[in-house]
């Protein structure tokens, strides 16, 4: 025998009563051990934790209670932090559709193509070939469904855009189909299994919620994801249903605009509550990754109260309220109570959520994986946040200064709401540490820029370039287009309701 080679044991066989009874025993030891692994695998994927991910349209940090905000009422977003860790510098863009592909593809804006709105009518969208957390979870067994608002590419473009990127299942809003605008709030217009149906008397809120409640109900005895983008509270602001505990506390002197708005926030929070009842009413609290967050800042037709200040929403800028955002996380047992100061953005989301949750991630997405900051363990932080946006503008941040690639530079402190809320432009000369340390950041960033041509995204050349450009891409003719636009005839739907 070669040295170290294992010997074989082998038992020799035996005759009779007892070598039949061991035979015997040694078959039901076979079936208990073949049993127990069965059982072993089955607890395994069972055990698979469910994901849950809650995205307000157009709500800033500052528009949250447990951010300090005392105009509104958000006991059940509140209670939420309460069980979990709260991010205090969590950061979006400034508006919906890069902060939607940014959050769904891990990408920053540049790589994902998506740097403004995309406008209704125009056949620009998310590419289908650049995976999303939605694939990576469908991927590996999990029953995957999204309800509420899309606003990556218009349906009569694709029709299959939500399955195209993972999504088993779909119910959205039809915001734009053939030239004409759906409403999204009362008697809304939903698209599903590429059907449109309008739902006369019912508020379009309820039947997205309804719709991730169910999704849940009906999976809960296998891993899902669930994406629940919202259409709330985006204007055109409104009064939604009169309920109970829809109220704010603003005084009398606000303006009109801001107590309908502190209205929307509270409808929000009730069904942030009706996610959080039906997850402890199935029994599945413990054993899912419940996310908050919201796309980008608050509107600037809005004013919000944190105490003695106000605070105007940014949307639509770069200042402190246009993209910073709530973002809270709940996970029993796995997932410590607390506050976060560290840095994290929508783009870290996708490969954080494959750390938690221990799916393998072969993307190259340029977001971190900051698992740790939610478990309160060791790990590489961000230093910096980066984005590019509308009309060719790219800044970096840390967490006191921001500069623009033009040269502009702001400090902007983040150890209180007084301060964050109250940058100034000053002079890199006067900071010259921290000016050279964020000009070779945007260095770094710069050469995502003008390099990365990875995802074959369409380089933003300006929106009518961009759209042209989509255009072409997507195979749609004028000829089509014109003929579509003569009609304008709003498609006959079977009404229905639920």
């Known amino acids: 025998m070669k040295k170290g080679a294992l010997k074989k044991f082998v038992v020799p066989p035996l005759g009779g009563f007892v070598g039949t009874a061991l035979r015997a025993n040694r078959l ?230 801001d107590k309908t708005f502190g209205l929307m926030v509270a409808y929000t929070d009730l069904l942030v509550g009706r996610i959080m009842d039906k997850l402890d009413e199935l029994g599945l609290t413990e054993n899912t990754l419940l996310i908050f967050t919201a796309d980008n800042g608050t509107p600037n037709a809005i004013t919000c109260r944190l105490g003695d200040q106000k605070v105007k929403g940014g949307k639509l800028s770069l200042i402190e309220s246009g993209y910073r955002v709530p973002y809270i996380a709940r996970w029993p047992g796995k997932i410590p109570v607390g506050v976060c100061d560290a840095f994290f953005t929508h783009a870290d989301l996708f490969p954080s959520l494959a750390g938690l949750t221990g799916l393998p991630m072969d993307y190259d997405v340029s977001g971190m994986d900051l698992s740790h900051n939610f478990l309160n363990t060791a790990g590489k932080d961000r230093d910096f946040i980066y984005l590019g946006w509308e009309g060719g503008l790219y800044m970096v941040r840390d967490k006191r200064f921001r500069l623009h690639e033009d040269g502009r530079f702001y400090d902007i402190p983040v150890t209180s709401n007084e301060a964050r809320y109250s940058e100034k432009k000053v002079s890199p000369a006067d900071f010259p540490e921290a000016s050279q340390r964020l000009q070779t950041a945007m260095a770094e960033y710069m050469k995502i820029k003008q390099t990365d041509t990875s995802y074959s995204i369409i380089p933003f050349k300006g929106y009518k370039k961009y759209k042209k450009e989509a255009a072409a891409k997507a195979g749609t003719t004028s000829r089509k287009k014109t003929k579509m636009r003569d009609k304008k005839k709003k498609t006959v739907n079977k009404k229905e309701s639920i």
């Not at 469910?50 to 006991?75: F, H, R």
């Not at 039809?174 to 217009?189: A, C, G, S």
Request: aromatic content about 14%; hydrophobic content about 35%.
């Open 28 to 257: 039901k030891a076979g079936l208990h051990t073949f049993a127990c692994i069965m059982l072993t695998m089955s607890c395994a994927v069972a055990a698979k934790p469910n994901v849950v991910i809650i995205m307000v349209d157009d709500l800033g940090a500052e528009g949250v209670g447990c951010y300090g905000n005392t105009g509104y009422s958000t006991p059940n977003i509140d209670r939420l932090a309460s069980q979990g860790a709260r991010f205090n510098n969590a950061y979006g863009t400034p508006s919906c559709s890069p902060s939607r592909a940014m959050i769904l593809s891990g990408l920053y804006t540049n790589r994902s193509g998506i740097l403004e709105r995309l406008g209704s009518g125009t056949p620009n969208c998310l590419p289908g070939h650049i995976p999303t957390f939605a694939d990576l979870f469908q991927k590996n067994g999990y029953r995957t469904g999204i309800a509420g608002k899309w606003h990556l590419g218009d349906f009569d473009f694709y029709p299959d855009h939500p399955t195209s990127h993972g999504f088993d299942d779909y119910f959205m809003w039809l915001k734009n189909y053939d030239f004409v605008t759906h409403e999204r709030y009362y008697d809304p217009v939903v698209w599903q299994d590429q059907k449109i149906t309008t739902y006369d008397g019912k508020y379009g809120p309820d039947l997205y919620c309804e719709f991730i409640c169910n999704f849940i109900e009906e999976n809960k005895e296998r891993p899902f994801l669930a994406y629940y983008p919202m259409a709330l509270v985006h204007k055109e602001f409104h009064q939604p249903p009169k309920l109970e505990g829809i109220k704010h506390f603003l005084p009398e002197s606000a303006a009109s605009v």
